[in-house]
């Protein structure tokens, strides 16, 4: 790959060069946070992300201290498809 400084102008990378810089820029989040966080996940209400929470089959996929929730959205999907 060439040497790209600040000053080069969009228009100029190759596409290749483009993916190359853009993947530090684009990467998505991997835990959401709290029962709103895994509502967002699930596209469902906090009560309802409260009741597949207490179920069980996300378990593995959350990790809680006290009040404090934290969700790995992909084990979660994965685990929410299984059951």
Known sequence: MREINLDTP????????????????????????GLKGLAKILGCSVSKASEVK????????I??????????????LTLFGKK
Do not use: C, H, M, P
């Open 63 to 76: 990790i809680q201290n006290r009040n404090i929730i934290i969700v790995d959205k992909e084990k979660a």
């Open 54 to 61: 207490s179920s069980g089959i996300l378990d593995d996929a």
């Open 10 to 33: 969009i228009w100029q990378l190759t596409v290749g060069e483009f993916l190359e810089i853009s993947k530090g820029l684009s990467s998505e989040k991997k835990y959401e946070y």
